[in-house]
C-alpha cells in the first residue's frame, strides 16, 4: 500500500510558480501539468492505494510514470501508513521524508545509551530531548546538588527538592 505524506502541501508561489513542500524542504516548478499530475496522484493516494490501482488511475489519468517516481523518491508518497497513534509517529514521519526506513532508525535510537556529563541547564534539556526521541536508557552524571538558582533554567526541579544531588 501506498499513501500521500501526511506532510505534503501544495501552492501556487504566483503565476508562474508552483510549490510542492514537505516540512522544510520546498520545491517549485513552472510546468502547470505536471504540478496538477502531483496533486492528483496525492489526492488519490490519500487514503492508501495498491500500486495496481496506482498504475490503473496513472493509465486512466495519462499520468506518467515520472511523476510517481518523483513523488516516491522525495518520500510525498510513502510505501507504508505511519501510525498516528503511535507515541513516535512524528518522528517516523520525519524520518521517511527523509528517505529513511523509520522503524530501523527509531529501533536504532531505542537501543541506544546516552551518558550527559552536567545536569545543568543544557544537560537538562539535553536529557528531556534525547528522552522525548525515545532513547530508553539515560545516564546522567553530575555531582553537583540542586540549588534555587538552578530553577529558571532546569525545568524539571522545583523548590521541594533543594538542595538534592542531581543525579544519583
Known amino acids: 500500500m501506498y499513501y500521500t ?3 505534503i502541501s501544495f501552492g501556487i508561489l504566483d ?3 508552483y510549490v510542492i513542500s514537505s516540512g522544510s524542504k520546498q520545491e ?3 510546468d502547470i501539468k505536471f504540478f496538477d499530475k502531483l496533486v492528483d496522484l496525492c489526492d488519490f493516494c490519500l487514503d492508501g492505494k495498491k500500486e495496481i490501482d496506482i498504475i490503473n488511475f496513472m493509465k486512466a489519468n495519462e499520468i506518467d510514470e515520472y511523476c510517481l517516481q518523483y513523488l516516491l523518491n522525495n518520500r510525498y508518497i510513502l510505501p507504508k501508513k505511519i501510525d498516528f497513534s503511535d507515541r513516535y509517529s ?4 520525519y524520518y521517511e521524508t ?3 526506513d523509520s522503524d530501523l532508525v527509531q529501533k536504532a535510537i531505542s537501543r541506544s545509551h546516552i551518558v ?6 543544557i544537560g537538562n534539556i539535553i536529557s528531556y530531548l534525547t528522552a522525548s526521541l525515545g532513547v530508553q536508557k ?6 553537583d546538588i540542586i540549588e534555587k538558582t538552578n530553577l529558571n533554567r532546569q525545568f524539571f526541579l522545583e523548590n521541594a527538592i533543594l538542595v538534592a544531588k542531581k543525579s544519583i
Not at 90 to 93: E, G, K, M, Y
Not at 116 to 121: F, R
Not at 138 to 143: E, R, S
Open 90 to 93: 512524528r518522528n517516523h514521519l
Open 15 to 17: 503565476d508562474k510558480n
Open 28 to 30: 517549485l516548478t513552472a
Open 116 to 121: 550527559c556529563v552536567g545536569a545543568g541547564g
Open 98 to 100: 527523509l528517505g529513511y
Open 5 to 7: 505524506s501526511k506532510q
Open 138 to 143: 539515560i545516564t546522567l552524571v553530575d555531582d
